[in-house]
C-alpha cells in the first residue's frame, strides 16, 4: 500500500483539527496525541497536524512563517464543481482564507485556500474527458 503522509506545523494543534475537519478531513486517533493529529482525506493521504514545538524538534533549517512565505501548495481533487465550492466555502466558514480568485479552464475548474497557519491547498475538478480532448489523447 502506497501512501502520503504531509507533516504540516501549526500554531494551535486543536484548532487546525477543526478547521480540517471542516474541509472533509476525519481524524485517526491512531496516529494522534497531544501534539499531533493524523487528519485523512483518503486511503492514501494524510495530513498530520503537528505542533510547531514537535515538527521543528525533527528539523535543522528554520522554520518559515508559513502566514507570509510559501515553501509548498498541496492540491486536493474532488469529484465535482459542487464539491470544489462546498469544500472551500467550508473553508471559508472555519477561518480560511481564499487568497485568489477561482481558475476556469474548462476542463479544470480550482479553487484555493489558506489554512489557519497559511498553509495553501487547492481543491481541484478536472474533467477528464474534457481534458483529454483538449490534448487529442483517447
Not at 100 to 106: A, F, T, V
Amino acid at each position: 500500500m502506497k501512501q502520503v503522509f504531509i507533516n504540516l506545523p501549526v500554531v494551535d494543534v486543536e484548532k487546525s483539527m477543526k478547521f480540517y475537519t471542516q474541509l472533509g478531513f476525519s481524524n485517526n486517533p491512531l496516529f494522534s496525541d497531544g501534539e499531533q493529529k493524523c487528519m485523512v482525506w483518503s486511503e492514501q493521504i494524510y495530513v498530520m497536524l503537528q505542533s510547531r514545538e514537535f515538527f521543528i524538534s525533527f528539523i535543522k533549517k528554520p522554520l518559515l512563517d508559513t502566514t507570509k512565505n510559501v515553501s509548498a501548495t498541496f492540491t486536493l481533487p474532488v469529484e465535482s464543481l459542487e464539491r470544489v465550492n462546498e469544500v472551500v466555502e467550508n473553508g471559508l466558514k472555519a477561518g480560511g482564507v481564499e487568497p485568489s480568485p477561482m481558475q476556469d479552464e474548462g476542463f479544470m475548474q480550482l479553487r484555493s485556500i489558506e489554512d489557519l497557519d497559511g498553509h495553501t491547498w487547492a481543491i481541484i475538478y478536472l474533467d477528464m474527458d474534457k481534458f483529454r480532448a483538449t490534448k487529442n489523447v483517447k
